[in-house]
């Protein structure tokens, strides 16, 4: 069942979408990061609001722009502040679809001052970031929830139990068999993983990879 040739399958629905890194600050000049490039996360926000939704795009530090109609643009630095953002969107949301790298820690205090040079070694004390989606899963009523999963070992195991940790609908597995595949690329090869079932797909352009999320998606709503 192909759902795109309906006209405007998401009309009426709102979209919040979590993109890109995020970069948490050592002291006034330096953070850390990932080199996610938000591209996956802003391609399934274009493939959304062509399909006629409402859509909260919620973007860590990332190059790239998006100019839709459609397309409430929210740019965040920390996972603190995507957090934050995800949090105040998402009682009107219908879909969240998390697809941002965020840091799983961060400094445990920020320097007020740049850090300077002074010893061989330094030490930096990490502390947890909050989950965004578990927070999310844990509010849930009516939303439809879909998160990522990039795994080097033991794929289906750990997404099926992201799956059930986040209380989501469905995790997109992305695969590193080939390359390719991943962060800086332009295509990408997924899985979808439901708890008793799972949907693969071939390698491809990472525009086509929104659209059968969004399809899969679409197919949930009609269930
Ligand atoms: N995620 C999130 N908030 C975090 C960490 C992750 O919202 N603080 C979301 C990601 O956007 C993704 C999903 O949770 O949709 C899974 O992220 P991933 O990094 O694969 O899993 P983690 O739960 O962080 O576990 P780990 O990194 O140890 O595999
Ligand atoms: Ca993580």
Not at 5 to 14: D, N, R, V
Not at 160 to 171: E, Y
């Amino acid at each position: 069942e192909d759902h795109l040739t309906a006209s405007l399958p998401l009309k009426g629905k709102h979209v919040m979408i979590t993109a890109g890194p995020t970069y948490e600050a050592i002291d006034p000049v330096r953070f850390i990061g990932n080199h996610s490039s938000g591209k996956m996360g802003y391609e399934i926000a274009r493939v959304a609001a062509n399909l006629g939704a409402q859509v909260t795009l919620i973007s860590g530090p990332t190059h790239l722009q998006i100019s839709e109609d459609h397309i409430n643009l929210i740019k965040v630095v920390s996972a603190q502040n995507m957090y934050d953002a995800a949090m105040a969107n998402f009682e009107a949301a219908d879909v969240v679809i998390a697809a941002a790298a965020v840091a799983d820690y961060k400094p445990e205090s920020v320097a007020d001052q740049k850090i300077k040079k002074a010893e061989e070694t330094l030490t930096i004390r990490l502390t947890k970031n909050q989950d965004i989606l578990r927070s999310l899963g844990e509010r849930k009523q009516h939303q439809k929830l879909i998160g990522f999963a990039l795994e080097t070992n033991n794929e289906l195991e750990n997404a099926k139990a992201k799956l059930k940790k986040k209380n989501l609908d469905f995790v997109v597995l992305n695969s590193l068999q080939d390359k390719g595949a991943g962060f800086q690329s332009e295509t990408n090869k997924v899985s979808f993983v439901f708890q008793d079932e799972v949907k693969s797909f071939g390698l491809k352009p990472k525009s086509e990879v929104a659209k059968d999320i969004l399809n899969e998606i679409i197919s949930l709503f009609d269930e």
